[in-house]
């Protein structure tokens, strides 16, 4: 059977046990960044050699609705984060692609991975990585911009090409080349205005969590998880609305809020 193997430099007898299971994925096998990130730990180039059968450059983009390649994001609007590798001569590859605000946490949210790939949520931030050893091509995530404010997001990537051998000997690591996508206008009907002011209290929180928008009425709050999915929606129309939150499992949740004038999104623990 042939495997697809991240490592880190290990002992061999570790790494040979190591080898059975990465194919998985490292963030979800191996709890470890890879990516070349700021927090990433040591990549595989100890184990693997660099970029030899590599048939073109790997790439991250990220891509609007109308299917343009784009480098600004509008708050809160959707988009698709695609990654292309490709290697001449080996038969599998694998890759690790995460997106970090200035301050290294983690931007925006990840949902829909392509056949093949998986999104991991590891020490607070996502990472979108293959699940089973794939062919090479284009990977793809739905990326939900996060809200204004929050300022330019760098994506970082790693990717490995296999020979299959059950063992490192032949296989290509090759890091990604940056994606740098910075933060454009607001829509106007993405963000509310920038003189209102929104509460979230508190944060966190164990049983309820209130939300107050000054000088304008609430009409919707959605909660997300991390992985994307809606947890529970209110209607009312108000400045001022508490929510029960004891029934949603302890975690990170993001909380869309909207007015007549437009949305926001923030962020709350539930402890």
């Not at 007898?13 to 040591?42: C, Y």
């Not at 300022?151 to 990537?157: E, I, P, S």
């Not at 209110?234 to 499992?249: F, G, H, M, N, Y």
């Not at 909380?255 to 402890?271: A, M, V, Y």
Request: neutral net charge; contains cysteine; glycine residues 10%.
């Amino acid at each position: 059977m042939n495997k697809l193997y991240i490592l880190s430099p290990i002992a061999l007898g570790v790494g040979l046990i190591a080898l059975m299971s990465v194919s998985r994925g490292v963030a979800k096998i191996q709890k470890k960044d890879r990516t070349g990130s700021p927090v990433a730990t040591t990549n595989c180039t100890a184990c693997h050699s660099s970029s030899v059968n590599f048939a073109v450059v790997p790439k991250i983009s990220m891509v609007n609705s109308s299917g343009a390649e784009v480098t600004e994001y509008t708050p809160l609007e959707k988009y698709t984060l695609t990654v292309s590798i490709q290697s001449s001569g080996n038969i599998g590859h694998g890759f690790q692609v995460t997106g970090l605000f200035g301050d290294n946490t983690s931007a925006g949210l990840v949902t829909n991975p392509s056949t093949g790939t998986q999104r991991v949520d590891l020490n607070g931030r996502w990472y979108f990585e293959h699940k089973q050893q794939v062919t090479g091509g284009v990977y793809t995530v739905e990326w939900s911009a996060p809200a204004s404010g929050n300022g330019d997001v760098t994506f970082y990537g790693s990717c490995l090409a296999t020979n299959g051998s059950q063992s490192t000997s032949g296989d290509d690591f090759e890091n990604i080349p940056n994606l740098v996508i910075t933060e454009g206008a607001p829509s106007s009907v993405t963000s509310l205005k920038s003189n209102v002011e929104v509460k979230l209290y508190p944060n966190p929180t164990v049983n309820e969590i209130t939300v107050e928008l000054k000088g304008e009425q609430i009409e919707i709050i959605s909660i997300y998880d991390v992985k994307g999915n809606l947890v529970k929606t209110v209607k009312e129309r108000a400045i001022s609305v508490t929510l029960s939150v004891a029934d949603l499992p302890t975690g990170v949740y993001y909380l869309d809020l909207k007015s007549s004038n437009g949305q926001t999104r923030k962020t709350f623990i539930k402890e």
